[in-house]
Nanobody, 122 residues
Framework: QVQLVESGGGLVQAGGSLRLSCVAS????????MGWFRQAPGKEREFVAA????????YYADSMEGRFTISRDNTENTVYLQMNNLNPEDTAVYSC???????????????WGQGTQVTVSS
């Protein structure tokens, strides 16, 4: 049974930081690229960042690069999203996803997590 379970969300003040985690199970994590997405109320899902299977290469949405960092630990089947200098516009449900194919900027995602809520207060 494939599972992607996110954690680490919460309420933070503007300018603060959060580190999200996504633990994978039920598939060969080290063979999958991973991505983070977010969806704010009333808005479409938005790509945040992606990382290749080994962790050697990353790709970010323009608005997140420099503030967010994606990483992974294949020994723990976990992908992380470090988010710094948060602002209220970053408020959303953040979800991770696993992709078995595609370029890093156009991955074809096979599995999705349920998400974790991030709320940034002004």
């Amino acid at each position: 049974q494939v599972q992607l379970v996110e954690s680490g969300g919460g309420l933070v003040q503007a300018g603060g930081s959060l580190r999200l985690s996504c633990v994978a199970s039920g598939f060969s994590f080290r063979n999958y690229a991973m991505g983070w997405f977010r969806q704010a109320p009333g808005k479409e899902r938005e790509f945040v960042a992606a990382i290749n299977f080994s962790g050697a290469r990353t790709y970010y949405a323009d608005s997140m690069e420099g503030r967010f960092t994606i990483s992974r630990d294949n020994t723990e089947n976990t992908v992380y999203l470090q988010m710094n200098n948060l602002n209220p516009e970053d408020t959303a449900v953040y979800s991770c996803a696993a992709a078995s194919s595609g370029k890093l900027y156009s991955l074809k995602y096979d599995y999705w997590g349920q998400g974790t809520q991030v709320t940034v207060s002004s």
